[in-house]
């Protein structure tokens, strides 16, 4: 399938991330989010994402400002929980997974290619880690790599 052959989207259609409040669950785990992702084409579809499971994507091929500016959040919102939500991502470039460290591209045919950006992470002293992170949109969730090697689990000290 190619730009060409798909339909766009109607006018005024986007995907919105929003805050709330009181906290809600993450609609894939247990986690407690302020975070949800709406969709204005289907007004009943209200979904709360964790940081892990948050990614905003797009609702066309042709994104909106706004839905550019809440996936690059969604990108950076995950770099900074990872990171215990201390520092900051200022830099977020959409890569060719090839272009990803360590990543082994999968051959199956069954599955969804990833989505991968470049990243740093700016710790309070200054320090700059240089990392790359995907989306699974087969399993709905982000992953980061540094210095070529999955980090898989969200460490329990305040630095990774």
Known sequence: MNEQ?????PAGEE???IYVYPPLQCSHC???T????LNSALPQWFAPRCPLHGYAAPYSLTPTPREEDDERFSVERFVCWMFHDVGTCPLVAARPLEQVPGYQISLDPHQFE???WECHHVAPDGTVTPLHVMWSIDASI???YRNGALISERPSEAVI
């Open 142 to 144: 982000f992953s980061l």
């Open 15 to 17: 995907n919105r991330l």
């Open 5 to 9: 052959s798909v339909s766009p989207a």
């Open 30 to 32: 247990t986690r407690l």
């Open 114 to 116: 990833p989505l991968a």
């Open 34 to 37: 302020s975070v949800a992702l």
